[in-house]
Structures are given as C-alpha cells and as structure tokens.
C-alpha cells in the first residue's frame, strides 16, 4: 500500500512538491485555506475581468523546464518572451526606457546621460554572470544538513565573491554606471526579492545575467494563473485529492511523528509524511508553538517589505501602454531607502503597471483594458493603519493618468485593493511581509528556516521562508529540495 503524504498549503511549491511526489507512486492529499490553489500566484475574476493576483511574470524558465521532465509530463502551460522586458518613466521626464535584451539596442537609449553606457553594461554583466556560474547551483540548489554542511558547501564558491556579502546591490551597481537613470534602472532587480536595491546583498546582482543573458522574462498565455490550473490538472489526473476552506490550526504527534493535522472545523486529515507549504517560520511558531519562532521572535526576523496592490478594469484602450511598466519618482534613491519603515514616503510612491490584457484579451470584455498595480509599501510592522488606502491609491491613479495623458478615472469600471492587511489574513504572511522572510546574509541558505522539522521526522516544509528563497523558480527548486528530503526519508 503507497504511503500517503499531507501537503499543507496549495501555493506554487506545495503544488510543484505534489506533483513530483505523486510521479513517484505515492498518494498525495492537499489541504489548503483559500477557496482555490495558488497562494500569491493566484487569480480574480470580477465583473468580467481577469487579474493575475501576485507574480505577473517569471525568469529562469529552464527550471520548469527541468522540473517537468523529473516529472515525466509536458509542460502543461504555454509562455512567451519578453523583450522589451518591461518599460521605465521617470516622473517629470517624457521619455520611456526600454529594457531590451540586445545591450546596443538598449545602450542608445542612454546616449545622453551615460554614452558609454554599452561598455559599461557589458562589464557589469560579466561579472553578473561570474557570480551566477559560481553560485547558483551551490548556493541556491543544494540542501543543507546543518551549518557545517553548509560551510563546507560554501567552500566551493570562488573565493573573489565574498566582497559582494558585505556590498549593497545600489553600491555595486554604483560603481559600473555614473546616472541616476541607469543606476536606479539596473537596480530595480533587487525589489523581486522583497526588498530594495539599498538593503539587498549585492551577490544577487546575478539576477541581472538572468534577466539579460541567461534566459530573460517570460509572459504566460492566458494569464500568470496558467500555471496553477496546469500544474493542479497533472494532479488530478495522478489522483491527488484537494480540500480547499480547510486552514490547519493544530497538529496531533506520536513521538517523534505527526499523526494527523486539523483544521479549524475540527477535520483531522492523517498521513505519512506532513508537507508545510504555509510560511516556514510563522507555521512553526504560530501551530507547533516552538519558542524559537514566537511572535516576539519572529518580530526581531528579517521580513520582506508589504505590498499594497490593486486591480482595476477600465473601459477603453491603451494602445501605448506596454505589458510591463515602472513609473519612478525623481527620488529615486531617497524613496528605496525610506520605503520599508517610513508611510509618509508613499506620499511620492514607485509603482508598476501589468498591462494583463494587452496580450491576453480574454481577461477583459472588448475594448476593455486590465490593470494590476503594485506599490511596495512597509509591512505591518511599521505601518499598521491602513484607512488611508483609498487617498494612496487615488493618487496613484492620478499620477498614472497624467504620465500616460489618459485620464482613467471615469473609465473605471472595477476595482479591488489589498493592503498589507489583506496580504497577511488571506495567505498567513507575518505582518503582511509580500514575500516572506527576506534575504539577508543571517538568512541565506542553511541560516534560513530549515525544509526539515527540528522535532518530527516526518514533517517537512517548502515556499518562500525556506530554501532556497523567494520567486516562482525558486519555488520549485524549493519543491524539489523538500521531495529529496521526503523521499530519502521514505525509503
């Protein structure tokens, strides 16, 4: 008889984790809080449009690649590259960079404020690339026994790195280009991670080479939720079961071993082997009550910033509105280093626009235009009144109306606004952190919550708070780490 497996959450790692898990012969069981699959990366329809709720886009796309062939099954989803891979405004500047992936055809574009811009480019990015090649398959897909382990591990990184540890991303970017427009362009990377380009490590100025080089940015047809639906049909046809409104509360042990978890009606749901797929951290402290990750604990943590996003369908088309967009302030520096812990620097907001149906038509009625705006706000932890939502919001689409000389305001026909609040109540996020704990150097790698429980030899963990990080690949890399633990542990 094939041993059976809990997963506790259905957001992309829990899925990718399943998946793997139920190719291997075992029964697999989901129980999740929300109303349907995908945590972050998830879905509303409403009034006739379709938003993508999280994640608008995805890099690195040869890891799902990779994953579905451990998997045995077509990838059930369908993407296109970017390129341009997203456009900047500057406030207060009419002109609009593209980020193309040619570096020539992107260097012209800043001809008048850095003209060697293309030498400079093609030096940064060498070194972008040095640090992926050196790190990527070390660092970020490896399990870690414990902190020897991952010492040793380290001890295959080029040592000529080590600098970048102690370097902020801004720094590093700094030091290759002379403009603002360039150095905040550039640097706008180190905000995919949480948190921004002054209190980022510059070691992950790697994500430069993924985004130029290595493999780009992909839009997926349909919609970014694609991928649940794909992901949660190879499931069902491998005969996973899905109980969805049901959040775990408690668990109930034997010894070193979880027997069962419950849920907050009281359903007890037995297994094998228990799979969190809630954030690592707060599970441990918020159901199993360890002292390490209290409340009190968990406030002194590294978390990532908020976010406050809304979602709005207008009538009429914006033909000139490309997929993917930032409107910056002219402060751009002033803002990235105040907006994790001080509101009032919301009073001039960076935000970006997902353009959904630009290349997605079936997620807005004819002649209708979806809209997703993210603003990276502070967490709860340093901006808990949230009343004010509507007036940051309203400014917002003011700034926005006057950048791209449409005034869309009378055009709405729907909108939806998640504040930080709204974040941490509907996915269990501490303090309405975005994307979990973030990525400081005390939690990196085997300095970040383990994929394994400390206590129960069969209770494991994947997602953002884990290994190896934040993001849609890393979330499956995260899958597959946490199924190798699973199953040495199986046999």
């Not at 886009?57 to 799902?64: D, R």
């Not at 080029?158 to 970048?164: C, G, I, L, W």
């Not at 370097?167 to 921004?196: C, M, P, Q, W, Y």
């Amino acid at each position: 008889m094939s041993k059976k497996i809990i997963i506790v959450g259905a957001g992309l790692g829990g899925l990718a984790s399943g998946l793997l898990l139920s190719k291997q012969g075992y029964k697999v069981e989901f129980v999740e809080k929300n109303n349907q699959a995908g945590g972050r990366l998830n879905q509303i329809k409403k009034d006739g449009f379709t938003f993508d709720t999280g994640p608008s886009f995805f890099s690195m796309s040869f890891v799902f690649k990779d994953f579905m062939d451990k998997c045995g099954v077509e990838l059930p989803f369908k993407f296109v590259e970017l390129d341009p891979l997203y456009s900047v405004n500057f406030s207060g500047d009419d002109k609009t960079y593209h980020l193309y992936k040619d570096i020539k055809k992107l260097s012209e574009q800043f001809m008048d404020v850095e003209p060697d811009f293309e030498e400079k480019m093609e030096k940064y990015l060498k070194k972008s690339k040095r640090l992926f090649d050196d790190t990527f398959d070390i660092v970020i897909r490896n399990n870690f026994d414990n902190n020897f382990d991952y010492a040793k591990k380290l001890m295959g990184v080029n040592p000529v790195h080590v600098p970048q540890l102690f370097n902020t991303f801004f720094n590093h970017v700094k030091s290759h280009f002379s403009s603002k427009e360039a150095r905040s362009i550039i640097s706008l990377v180190a905000f995919f991670l949480g948190r921004t380009p002054f209190d980022t490590m510059a070691i992950y100025s790697l994500l430069s080479h993924t985004e130029f080089r290595h493999d780009g940015y992909y839009n997926v047809e349909g919609g970014m939720y694609n991928i649940i639906n794909g992901l949660v049909s190879e499931l069902e046809k491998a005969g996973a079961v899905f109980n969805y409104d049901s959040e775990v509360i408690k668990v109930e042990k034997e010894g070193e071993k979880i027997t069962k978890v419950i849920d907050k009606n009281g359903k007890a749901y037995d297994g094998d082997v228990f799979l969190i797929n809630s954030d690592a951290a707060l599970f441990r402290g918020e159901v199993l009550h360890r002292e390490k990750f209290s409340e009190a604990k968990l406030e002194k943590m590294q978390w990532t910033m908020g976010y406050l996003t809304f979602y709005i369908g207008i009538k009429g088309k914006l033909d000139k509105l490309n997929l993917h967009n930032y409107f910056l302030g002219s402060n751009f520096e002033e803002y990235g280093k105040n907006v994790m812990h001080k509101p009032d620097a919301l009073e001039k907001p960076y935000y970006y626009v997902n353009n959904v149906s630009k290349y997605n038509p079936d997620c807005a009625p004819e002649g209708c235009e979806s809209l997703f705006f993210v603003c990276p706000v502070p967490n709860l932890q340093y901006k808990k009144d949230w009343s004010d939502k509507d007036d940051i919001v309203n400014s917002i689409i003011k700034d926005f109306s006057q950048r791209i000389g449409v005034d869309i305001t009378p055009n709405i026909i729907t909108k939806t606004i998640y504040t930080p609040y709204d974040w941490e109540e509907q996915f269990n996020l501490f303090r309405g952190s975005g994307l979990g704990l973030s990525h400081q150097f005390t939690q990196i790698g085997a300095l970040r919550p383990k994929n394994f429980d400390e206590e129960f030899k069969n209770l494991f963990y994947v997602g953002a708070s884990t290994l190896p990080g934040a993001g849609l690949p890393m979330a499956v890399i995260s899958a597959e780490l946490a199924t190798e633990r699973i199953l040495k542990a199986l046999i």
